[in-house]
């Protein structure tokens, strides 16, 4: 409407540039926000860099007469722009850049599905009907008289607003809530910046030409525009050049001790968590001496947990939980740096501190603390090349010292739990001690009472060959059976280190029904063996794996009423169609685990038994799924229940720390 309401040519052909000046950016950051709303930034960012070189290009060339050389005067416009020689290539480029937009929602808009495909179907839609209309008013450049309607197209433009506005409020397509923010975050920037650096500009010509070029206004403000835009990545990447090649030496330690950070979030054992953190930051800082204390919560002291450059002999190894160094320490909660708190000559605590450091040959001291609880402190000695710290060091180390003492505390949490699960290992493997001592007292009684009997009838019948021949064979029997008994019951109850070999699982089975035979024969249940006799060998720890049949086979004869049966069978399985397990089947004929428990009985502490301590399914569980297996259940009331204990024949084993692949 400016151009067209012009008073004069002049006027006209600046209102024409000016027109260009905002026409010319459109493609380009219409290609940027679908880019940003798909998500594409990062994949696409080479073309998008190179689409804003060639605005800026376009936007150079129109302050030249390139683009627009002239005024004509049309029947329906009363001024229009003449094409210049770069003209149509501008033309060609903006409809090239607008074809990108519309091939990456179109693209998007078939891998997309639901809400997010009809927000993008929306966005399409917009787009068509707005640059449809937008694009007709390049045709009266080509001086297209026959097309009345042409200039009139761009309002059509004004149909994109109120279609995405309708799709922002009724589908969500943005949350208008950060566009308005951002939008009046930018504007006020604007305002305080940006105008009066323009105002600025503007009367630096008057003064200095006495005259202004608007056209050459304009264009150093959008100069002004773009490298404020890209002035923050080119600094990062300048500030991270300059580290890499002038501060190598400290560009290097910084990386380093960024990388240890997200390498202890991976280490659970709280020793080498030390190891790691001391050695790391020492060689990163190339510092000769360090040590690292940890509180102990149930000693109540601070432990030397690793040192480097330091013996044993110069360094005390622990301090009281209340020693007043330490809670210097966790009453002021910043890094000590031994120098400056030399300056403090008439704070007598100050000067203690002081002594201390100066007794573990610390430069600075980091505290560790979480939980608003010191559990822990840094030393290191002084710094490679006698530098000072500086403050970029301290703040990296402050960093380090706060994911350090997450990290310890996880560790120490872990080790706790670890401990924890071994405690119910050995607590579950007592209680099914008390099971089966009953029993077997009554096992060992019988055949004590056959032997004790031949005893004493043999000083009468020594001499009757037939008798001491079967009296030798019935004790040599009853013995050899006692003993077994007792060996069984021994190899259960001793604690053991996890002990990987390949087994047999007949036979271990086969002990374990040994040992509740008597607990069977109480109840008169018949025990029925479907044993498969060429199972391969399965890499395991035989006293864990016996824990796992012993808790299942006692709760299948608790569940089993008297004259019941229970079922044990092994076979050989494929599972996801390449991988072979042994098999372990315990079904009874009891009354079976109603379906809203049968998820809860792998629960710790989860029970149903009066006298049960909930334990012994919750460590089967955990112990099949150390050896990489599983145990599943399938149950029906008055149907009986069924256990399987599927087990790799080939696994890779991690048992507190070890990984065996194949057993030899």
Known sequence: MMTMNAPNEGIAFWWIRMIYFFCIPIPVIFLHFILAYLKLIQEKKLMLLISYLVCILFLGLNCTNLIIEDIMTQRVLRYFGVPGKVYFLFVITWFILLLLCFKEMIRSYKASSSYKRNQIKYL??????????????????????????????????????????????????????????????????????????????????????????????????????????????????AEKTVEQFIFKNKYDYRKTISDLSRAMVSILNSNDLCIKIITTTADALMVEKASIYILDEEDSFYKLYESMGITKEEIVSNYHKEDPFFKWIEGHRE?????????????????????????????????????????????????????????????????????????????KLYEDLSKTRVLMQRADRLASLGTLTAGLAHEIRNPLVAIKTFTQLLPERFDDDEFRNHFLNVTAGEVDRISSLV??????????????????????????????????????????????????????????????????????????PENGAITVGTKLIEKDGYQKYVQIAVRDTGRGIPKEDLDRIFTPFYTTKHQGSGLGLAISHQIVREHNGSIEVESEEDQGTTFYVNLSINPLLTQKGRTTEAIK
Do not use: W
């Open 335 to 411: 890094i000590l740096i031994r120098e400056e708190l030399e300056r403090y000559t008439t704070d007598t605590e100050a000067m203690s501190v002081v002594e201390r450091m100066n007794q573990m040959e610390s430069e600075i001291c980091i505290p560790l603390i979480t939980k608003q609880k010191l559990i822990g402190i840094i030393n290191l000695g002084i710094k490679g090349r006698g530098e000072m710290y500086t403050n970029e060091d301290l703040e990296l180390l402050t960093t380090l010292s706060n994911q350090a003492a997450i990290a310890i505390e996880n560790a």
């Open 487 to 560: 060996n069984e019951l021994l190899d259960f109850a001793r604690p053991s280190q996890p002990n990987l070999n390949k087994e047999d699982l007949n036979q271990i089975v086969e002990k374990m029904l040994l040992l509740v035979a008597t607990e069977s024969h109480k109840k008169n249940l018949q025990i029925i063996k479907e044993f498969h006799q060429s199972l391969p060998p399965v890499v395991l720890d035989k006293e864990q794996i016996k824990q796992v049949f012993l808790n299942i086979l006692l709760n299948a004869i608790d569940a089993t």
């Open 124 to 237: 399409i839609v917009a787009s068509i009907i707005g640059f449809t209309g937008g694009s007709t008013t390049y045709l009266p450049a080509l001086n297209i008289e026959s097309l009345p309607y042409a200039p009139y197209g761009h309002y059509f433009v004004s149909l994109y607003t109120l279609v995405i506005t309708y799709a922002i409020v009724k589908h969500r397509l943005m949350d208008i809530n950060i566009v308005f923010k951002k939008g009046v975050t930018y504007a006020y920037a604007s305002l305080l910046l940006l105008i009066p650096l323009f105002l600025l500009f503007l009367y630096g010509q008057h003064v200095a030409f006495k005259a202004v070029n608007y056209t050459f206004s304009i264009f150093m403000l959008c100069v002004i525009v773009v490298a404020a835009y890209f002035f923050p990545k080119v600094k990062v990447r």
